[in-house]
């Protein structure tokens, strides 16, 4: 591309902006970890200033005092169990869906799909009763059935295409070698959507990873409180507690582990989300 | 190949048909007959009420103010995330230094847990022992927020006034990125013939912009806009979270999702909340296929 007279300010300009919010997007985290290692005079005092020495204690006060070890704990208890049983069982749907025909296929597709059109907030009071009457409120498995339930519809949609696009050839060697069709899904098909896997694992993680409303309807023992729960509801008590520190520090250890496997897998993550939100 | 289809056909939609029928078609279903009750959650019997819930949100001013607040999200986020979420994705095509690293850091706040996010922010905004409060005392701004007609500089999230854009900030802060990413994927599949044709005759990058670029990303933008509007008509865990579950002072930030929620899980008054989730959904549903509509036809290919 040439670029004429004027080119040369408006480089400076598009650098001047990108810059800028680089900064505003970087700045509030910047503060919030070196805060996590100040002491509480030092947050108050000199909010400039970088901490004297660093107090590692703040984060062990947040993993242990403020249960933050355990809501982590917690929250994987729910979320990899979830990620997987929802891959499991929406790739089975969808490969039935989109490779065997039978009365009723395009129906159920949409069928489905459907599920996407409504809010979550729609299912809010049912939910709630249902999961009483079953004994399931206050249970890992009953927020994993919930998460499995509303991470279908879109998981099914997704795969959907995906094994649509997978030739049929595949599918036929198999058979002629022996392959029953269960060893067909699991050993050929499953192998084969790999990618699609990923990005819908990715997908489904941040999801569920950020989910608050329905752990804060179906979850009210601290025990078993996930970790956006368990953040929300120690910054409601630090507000009268004030250990500014703590908090600052429980902040950090819930956004390191999230920033290290961005930072590994940020290509993948950009493509799986956006990807989603596109055919979504 | 498929004489046992059915075989395999069963099995494999059992699981996800009956879980996906008990907790989201059943509850969304039930919803639509619990919105006409007074039922408080006690009672086995349910007492149906018929129009009495809709007639109640018609004639109650805090179900007014939560639609108001979210009206005023759907009036300024999605323009704003969009517009700087464009403004930064084309700027980010045109081969500038570091474009790499900017776009792993604009989209960071999108992979964050939105409570952190709010936890984050309302400590940002917090009077005593935030930074931007010293942060604009530095840059010397405070003459500014008397001419705003403020006393000095406000109290973010304990002012009414301030309270609202500062969630909304939030909003646009961390989906900037994210829609960037998207709108540069689809900037990326644009054909660089266009803009070299249009460079030979003598196209600048503004005209470049608005000729080229924009009309072939029509249909993503259509698709952003959507996720936006829903966006602006949830609300719910910033609000939450960034004014402890108080809607802020004099309800300013409450929101719809808010409301029903407190309507629900506070005061127990199961039907009337439910009622107001099928406003919810039937406003998004129009706004939805409103915008839509209104957008479509205008989409080019090439």
Known sequence: MRYDQAGWLSRSIT????????????????????????????IFFGPWALPESLQWNNFARAWSDARIGEYFINTLLVIVPAIFLTLLVASMAAYVIARFPFPGNRVLFYFFLAGMLFPVFLALVPLFFLLR???????????ILVYIAYSLPFTVFFMTGFFRTIPSAFHEAAIIDGANQYQVFFRIMLPLAKSGLISMAIFNFLGMWNQYILPLILISKSDNYVLSQGLAFLSLQQRYENDWSGLFAAITLIMIPTLVVYIIFQGQIQKGLTAGALKG | MYRNKYQLIIPFLFPALAIYLTFVIYPYGRSMYIAFTSWKGVSANIQFNGLANFERMWADANFWNALGNNLKYLAFVPLATIGLSLFLAFMLTQRVRFSHFYRIIFFFPQVMSVIAIGVLWSYVYHPTIGILTPLLRILRLEPLFNLLGFDGIPAWMGNPRTALLCVGAVVVWQGAGFFMVLFMAAMQDIPADYYEAAALDGAKRGDMFWKITLPLLWETLRAAAIFSILGAFNMFPLTMVMTNGQRGPNRATDVLATYLYEQAFESSRFGYATAIAVSLFLMVLTISVISMQATQRQTLEY
């Open chain 1, 133 to 143: 009457d079953i004994k399931l409120l206050n249970t890992f498995s009953g927020l």
């Open chain 1, 15 to 42: 650098n001047i902006v990108l810059a800028l919010w680089a900064i505003i997007v970087m700045f509030p985290m910047g503060w919030l970890i070196f805060s996590s290692f100040k002491t509480d005079q030092e």
